[in-house]
């Protein structure tokens, strides 16, 4: 069993439309967990990063983490066509370690 | 331009040759991480500094990968005796010291073995 798990879609939505995107993950020591965005052929960009459980927005962007269910979201509202992109969750905490664990990524597309 | 770069950008090789990448990171981060990426899979740590100490390393990483940073600023990553199993995207990225903060990764080399 992977420590992170991702549905890698792809996931086809109408521009507009409010997207969800989530992740589970099995090992209970992450403390902090991030979202990024991830263009063809570049390197991920940061998008949001919570620590612990809670809600956090950025504008069209919200994200949640429930550590009881191990389980984090990703929403993006008022979805526009250059959100198309592949959506890396990520984690890290006190694992005895410094890595951060990726999940395998959300192919979106948001049609126009 | 002040954020990671990373060289050379492509690199095709013939299986059983070395090849060495290079990482410059934002010049006050003081971590270096080092991740490959394979098609339809998210980055999977490979190695981790600390100015030029080396904290860890995944057990991925065979000893035909070797990383450095001898000064604490840039960092190189070599492969030798490169496999096709070895094709890739190489990613690096860069953080400050301190409370957990963004990681910012580079474009990226993207190996291909022959």
């Known amino acids: 069993q992977k420590e992170v798990e991702q549905d890698p879609g792809p996931l086809s939505v109408p521009e507009g439309a409010i997207v969800s995107l989530n992740c589970t993950y099995s090992n209970s020591a992450f403390q902090y967990f991030m979202w990024y965005r991830q263009y063809s052929r570049k390197g991920p960009e940061l998008l949001m990063y919570?620590?612990?459980?809670g809600n956090k927005e950025d504008g069209r962007f919200t994200a949640q983490v429930d550590k009881s269910s191990k389980y984090i979201s990703l929403f993006i509202r008022d979805s526009q066509p250059s959100d198309s992109a592949t959506y890396l969750c990520?984690?890290?905490?006190?694992?005895?370690?410094?890595?951060?664990?990726f999940g395998a990524g959300t192919r979106l597309f948001v049609k126009a | 331009d002040t954020g990671v770069s990373q060289d050379p950008r492509h690199k095709i090789t013939k299986r059983g040759q070395n090849v060495t990448f290079r990482c410059d990171p934002i010049?006050?981060?003081?971590?270096l991480y080092w991740y490959r990426q394979t098609l339809g899979q998210g980055p999977e740590f490979l190695t981790y500094f600390q100015n030029e100490a080396q904290l860890e390393k995944s057990r991925l990483l065979s000893d035909r990968f070797s990383a450095e940073r001898p000064k604490g600023s840039f960092s190189t990553l070599e492969i030798q005796r490169t496999e096709q199993g070895d094709s890739a995207m190489y990613l690096c990225?860069?953080?400050?010291?301190?409370?957990?903060?963004?990681?910012?990764f580079g474009p990226g080399t993207r190996l291909l073995v022959l």
């Open positions: 919570t620590y612990s459980s």
């Open positions: 990225a860069s953080q400050t010291s301190g409370p957990p903060s963004t990681q910012y």
């Open positions: 990520a984690m890290s905490g006190n694992t005895g370690g410094f890595k951060t664990i």
């Open positions: 010049s006050e981060h003081n971590r």
